[in-house]
């Protein structure tokens, strides 16, 4: 049923379609490290293009499947994430933001020169052979990026990471090694990169070093701060507005910039936490559904 | 037997000396508490012993075992628990979630597990750390604001907060860094109450506090720090009766 859905969508709308699937993606990814460890990184980019270029790469000398170009692209960003991270991620807020953008901008700098991805030309990435549309590959990837990032926030997992973000000092003292979190946090975050930079290069064909500099970053954390810094379905709304938002405002022409960057402010201002920030939306749904969670589970405790 | 043990622990910070050569024993199942005047050196040498700073010099064992230089997070979770003067909690979380993350020592199952919370080990050992925390909140009282978020509650519960979330750890020793402050006489009463229940259930407790009538009700020994040095250690009031304690805390013509 699917696949005739998908082939029934005229190409222009599926491709913001898939532009919207990616920026989730990305979002999500960011949403690990910043939204719930608290480390803020302003080169996340570096690890989307890591991705895009490790994919494509896969892609045009060895010709593997698809999905184990997607896999081995999250994984080799990760893999670069962790060694990098671990000296790096000793540093806090300011100090380890200004690292990251170094880091990515060495990065771009790399693939600019190196010859195998061919230097400042980039690459132009064959259409994968896969049994899947691109599109439909997209919706699962985002699918199971948004289970695994859900299951991350309820778990033990998740709770560490969340105690670092509030208070290094007193998550240690619970027994929590911070800097092996920290680092593990960093890969996965950087996996979800890698992944959506893989799906970004066989989706638009042709990737450039220079399509991951600075703004793409910025474009990443804009879109979690936008949604609620930490909020799973804040990065995905806030990763939907804002990969849509040029193309709804196509319509203004050269103007079309301006009216996104004033929208960005107003929403600033008028909800700081962002859109989604400090809203439980399970226990929202749940409510809507009837549910009254909260005082379901205090009713079974006075029974204890 | 001493669970804890500091031989001449010394700590500087440049030149300033804040901890000179501290012998302390702590025994199981006991309540001794740490008092003197401000800025002896009483929340170093909790930062010491939970790792915060390693010693400049001496040792610190516990359970025989040397722990003087190792992480404060592998301290903690070898059974040292502890709640901080100015109170720590994660504020935007919940009751419930702030004990949660102090029972993270008593789980095992990493990324994999949070990825695979199907797998029925996985949800036994959420429900087990669940059960844990459900019972540290009530030992502290506060079992039915499980779900509010910890920075919403009143100062004196948020002292207790930290005791249950210390408690999660399952520690066989807890340290309390001034668990009185600002509460009130009544608050203080429920306090001394929970504490010796604390002890009773086979913590060992050392505290550090300044009132003294709290702390020689509660106290089974005192040691008395003053310029990072041990001036007397016994029971209570041998204690009250040292003339050096007398002359720390009232002054020279005091003692006499």
Same mark, same amino acid.
């Given at each position: 049923m699917l696949p005739a859905i998908t082939a029934s969508i005229d190409p222009y709308t599926m491709q913001i379609l898939v532009n919207i699937g990616i920026g989730i993606i990305l979002a999500l990814g960011l949403t690990i490290i910043t939204g719930l460890t608290g480390q803020l990184s302003l080169g996340h980019a570096a690890f989307m293009s890591i991705g895009a270029f490790s994919g494509a790469l896969l892609t045009i000398k060895t010709g593997l499947p698809f999905y184990l170009t &997607?896999?081995?692209?999250g994984l080799i960003s990760s893999m670069v994430a962790a060694a990098i991270g671990w000296p790096i991620l000793r540093l806090t807020g300011d100090y380890l933001a200004i690292c990251t953008l170094g880091f990515a901008e060495i990065i771009k700098v790399v693939f600019l020169n190196l010859? &195998?991805?061919n230097k400042a030309l980039g690459l132009t990435v064959p259409t994968p052979a896969s049994a899947l549309a691109m599109p439909l590959t997209v919706l699962i990837v985002v699918i199971l990026t948004i289970i695994a990032s859900a299951s991350i926030v309820n778990s033990r997992f998740g709770r560490a990471l969340k105690a670092i973000r509030d208070d290094? &000092?007193?998550a240690e003292s619970m027994g929590i090694n911070i800097a092996r979190y920290k680092v593990q946090s960093f890969a996965i975050s950087a996996f979800m990169a890698g992944v959506g930079g893989c799906l970004y290069a066989h989706f638009l064909g042709y990737i450039n070093p220079s399509d991951f500099g600075f703004l793409k970053s910025i474009d990443m954390l804009s879109m979690i701060v936008l949604g609620g810094l930490g909020s799973i379905p804040g990065a995905v709304l806030g990763a939907s507005l804002l990969s849509a938002a040029p193309e709804f405002l196509r319509f203004m022409s050269q103007y079309r910039m301006l009216v996104y960057g004033a929208l960005l402010v107003f929403l600033m201002v008028f909800r700081p936490n962002g859109l989604l920030g400090g809203i439980d939306c399970a226990e929202l749904v749940l409510r809507k559904l009837g549910v009254k969670p909260r005082s379901a589970a205090r009713k079974q405790e006075d029974t204890q | 037997m001493s669970l804890l043990m500091l031989e001449n622990t010394t700590i500087r910070f440049g030149g300033l000396v804040a901890v000179n050569s501290v012998s302390l024993e702590i025994h199981e199942g006991e309540i001794l508490a740490l008092i003197g005047p401000n800025g002896a050196g009483k929340?170093? *040498?909790?930062?010491l012993i939970t790792g915060i700073y390693? @010693?400049?010099e001496g040792n610190i064992s516990f359970k025989g075992k040397s722990i003087a230089g190792l992480s404060p997070s592998v301290i903690a979770a070898g059974g040292v628990a502890r709640t901080f003067q100015n109170i720590r909690l994660f504020g935007e979380q919940t009751v419930l979630d702030n004990v949660l993350i102090g029972a993270h020592t008593r789980g095992n199952w990493d990324l994999t597990g949070?990825?695979?919370q199907f797998l029925p080990s996985v949800r036994r050992e959420e429900g087990r750390l669940l059960e844990l925390a459900i019972h540290c909140l009530s030992q502290v009282g506060l079992a039915r604001k499980a779900y509010e978020p910890a920075c919403s509650l009143p100062?004196?519960?948020q002292r207790r907060l930290e005791i249950a979330r210390a408690l999660a *750890?399952? @520690?066989a020793l807890l340290l309390l860094d001034e668990p009185a402050a600002g509460m009130n006489p009544h608050e203080k009463q429920t306090l001394l109450e929970m504490v010796r229940s604390i002890r009773d259930s086979g913590v060992t407790v050392f505290l550090v506090e300044h009132d003294m009538k709290f702390v020689m009700g509660i106290s089974d020994r005192i040691a008395v720090l003053d310029y990072g040095s041990k001036i007397a250690d016994g029971r209570p009031e041998e204690v009250r009766a040292n003339p050096a304690v007398i002359e720390a805390y009232l002054g020279k013509g005091a003692a006499q």
């Open positions: &997607i896999l081995f692209s010859e &195998i991805t290094e &000092i007193a | 929340s170093t *040498i909790f930062n390693p @010693p400049t949070a990825l695979l100062y004196g519960e *750890i399952e @520690p």
